[in-house]
């Protein structure tokens, strides 16, 4: 064997490999061609956006348009608008909601009875499974004019107008209602995390002193940070991308100003309006760069902690 | 171990912002289930939170249960949840039995090219128009066939069939089994609680689902329960759930009548909820380590 080993023959081993796994390879054929038409099939269809599609000549017959629908979208008048309200939401949401599922897993992990733990959690998962639908609904019965949030604010001496009528109160209600749709549910990771933190540094710390707080902050928040920093590079590489279905679901023509994102305006331009090929440049410029950041935050993270996603 | 009044006021002040959490937490599906009992007349004159319903009336939910289209909607969430499970649960744990194999020189490929698909993708337009070029829109296929694998599951799914010991195969395999056998006879049957999480994880998405049914169909006998409630619950209208009744009649019902249909459309995956939750949070607990 010997030398003819080292120097592998290439088509024999693949003869190999596939006589031995050929069932293997068979079985693999559903999720390839989902794959390549329902995956792969969209990016090569996003050609259009350097295209004037059209329905009647298809992608490739529809006519060459350049960078043009690109630098319509640079230059028109939506871009600044969509663009901020992409960055502000994401940041929002980053600053506020991010924390708020590691402050409740902090506030589960200091409570000693199971049950009770048990209890906080499960009734905090439950709006996660609730649909979309439903949570929307909620949220904007709830936050008409006359709705409880309403009632609230009027006995507090506001003015008792319907907030998602209203520009000004879009971002605050949004970023509340993914708070409380998200906290318990997001939560459950850095609970995970917490309990497989070594019991003896707490020991440790006890003899050494320490109190509550002071264990807290010494061994219980060191012990969760390489979760935390893979949640925020995900998170980073989310940056630019708002969902659209809670943003189309709760917003009206009289608040695009502050509430219309990114995603939101391609769904808008590209399946309402039929504009294909100007919405799939968006859509591809918002790809593009989120796969950027995502990219980035996780050669910064892997610099800095060596945490990474890859 | 002693504990200091400090630690004890601690706990206290712990308890009553996990208390007032829970509460914020379930307090509007308290509220819509006391509104969907309520009188009409007097759930409009309420102001101020509800703590009780107003008198015990089930009108709201006998409308509800007339309603053709809730019913239509019914059957066709169920169609579809039923279909998607099939093909989702067949696929998904095919593939991930595949890719959880040593020694099979494509899998690095493979693997590659599904998990590139998490971070880019080729968007909403194009998405749509390759649906629409294999003449899927206007059926309930659509919401099917285009999803039958959430590379997020076939991940926590791989990593769980990776895990069963190689020894239980090899036995398998000295007896002459090929790789199906293997699969059906002994990795799933392993693998009873991952493949409950995952049914679990795709019956939910599918019954919440409304986004792609609300761009792939057209005609109204199809639209799932999701996009029913949309009309009721975002677009306001009560319609054409209240034809015939007059006026006065169809304000008093229709304000019970969008919380009655809420609780109509969500107690069943609530239902599942207390059975599954633990089963939820491995699922995460799994996907967490090599997501």
Redesign the interface.
């Known amino acids: 064997m010997g030398k003819r080993a080292e120097r592998t023959d290439w088509g024999l081993?693949?003869r190999k490999?596939w006589s031995?796994?050929k069932?293997?390879?068979a079985?693999?054929l559903?999720?390839?061609a989902?794959?390549l038409?329902?995956?792969?099939?969209?990016?090569?269809?996003?050609v259009?956006a350097f295209k004037d599609y059209s329905p009647a000549e298809g992608?490739l017959g529809s006519p060459w348009a350049g960078l043009s629908h690109f630098k319509d979208f640079f230059e028109g008048f939506y871009f600044e608008r969509v663009f901020t309200n992409t960055v502000l939401i994401s940041v929002y949401t980053l600053l506020f909601e991010f924390p708020a599922p590691i402050v409740?897993a902090l506030?589960?992990n200091?409570?000693?009875s199971r049950a009770?733990r048990g209890?906080?959690q499960?009734?905090?998962?439950?709006?996660y499974?609730?649909?979309?639908?439903?949570i929307?609904?909620?949220v904007?019965?709830?936050t008409n004019s006359?709705g409880?949030i309403q009632?609230v604010v009027a006995s507090l001496g506001g003015a008792d107008t319907a907030l998602l009528q209203n520009p000004d109160y879009f971002r605050p209600v949004y970023v509340a209602s993914e708070i409380?749709q998200r906290?318990?549910w997001e939560s459950?990771?850095y609970i995970?995390a917490l309990s497989s933190i070594d019991t003896e540094q707490y020991e440790a710390a006890r003899i050494d002193g320490a109190?509550?707080w002071r264990q807290m902050r010494s061994v219980t928040l060191p012990g969760l940070l390489p979760?935390i920093m893979i949640m925020f590079i995900l998170r980073m590489?989310n940056l630019l991308n708002v969902g659209f279905?809670k943003i189309i679901?709760l917003y009206n023509s009289s608040i695009y100003e502050t509430a219309d994102v990114i995603?939101s305006y391609?769904?808008r331009k590209?399946?309402i309006e039929f504009d294909?090929s100007f919405?799939?440049a968006v859509?591809?410029f918002?790809?593009v760069i989120?796969?950027a950041l995502?990219v980035l935050a996780n050669y910064l993270s892997r610099r800095v902690n060596q945490n990474s996603?890859w | 171990m002693r504990r200091t009044i400090g630690d004890r006021l601690g706990d206290a002040v712990i308890a009553a912002i996990l208390l007032a959490l829970v509460i914020v937490s379930a307090y509007p599906f308290l509220y819509v289930l006391l509104a969907s009992f309520s009188d009409g007349n007097q759930l409009l004159a309420h102001s101020g939170l509800l703590l009780r319903s107003y008198g015990f009336h089930l009108d709201a939910y006998e409308t509800v249960f007339r309603n053709s289209a809730i019913w239509k909607g019914y059957l066709n969430t169920i169609t579809v949840v039923a279909g998607s499970l099939l093909l989702n649960m067949l696929v998904t744990s095919m593939t991930a039995y595949v890719l959880s194999r040593r020694r099979v020189y494509w899998n690095k490929a493979f693997i590659f090219l599904i998990v590139f698909t998490m971070f880019f993708n080729g968007g909403l337009v194009p998405f749509y128009l390759v649906v629409k070029g294999i003449g899927l829109i206007d059926s309930l296929a659509a919401l099917i066939v285009p999803f039958a694998v959430n590379t997020f599951n076939l991940i926590i799914m791989r990593t769980a069939f990776a895990s069963v010991p190689e020894s239980l195969e090899e036995s398998a395999t000295i007896d002459g089994a090929n790789h199906f056998t293997v699969f059906w006879r002994i990795i799933l049957p392993l693998s009873l609680p991952v493949l409950a999480v995952i049914t679990l994880y795709y019956a939910v998405e599918k019954w919440n689902a409304w986004f792609y049914a609300s761009l792939f169909l057209r005609d109204r006998e199809l639209f799932p329960l999701q996009l029913i409630l949309r009309e009721i619950l975002i677009s306001n209208s009560t319609d054409s759930m209240l034809g015939g009744a007059s006026v006065d009649q169809a304000v008093l019902v229709s304000e019970s009548l969008k919380y009655a249909t809420i609780i109509v459309a969500t107690v069943p995956i609530l239902c599942l909820y207390p059975f599954v939750q633990k089963y939820f949070v491995k699922g995460v607990m799994v996907g967490a380590l090599k997501g």
Do not use: H
């Not at chain 1, 038409?37 to 996003?46: E, H, I, K």
């Not at chain 1, 499974?129 to 439903?134: C, M, Q, R, Y």
């Open positions: 081993f693949l490999d031995r796994n069932l293997l390879y079985m693999m559903p999720a390839l989902y794959y038409v329902f995956q792969y099939g969209p990016m090569y269809g996003a259009i992608i409740l506030l589960i200091e409570v000693r009770f209890f906080v499960s009734v905090t998962y439950m709006p499974f609730v649909s979309l639908i439903v929307c609904g909620i904007k019965d709830f006359g409880i009632q409380w906290i318990g459950i990771i995970a109190g509550r979760t590489g279905e679901l995603s391609v769904y590209g399946l294909w919405s799939a859509g591809l918002n790809s989120n796969l995502l996603l």
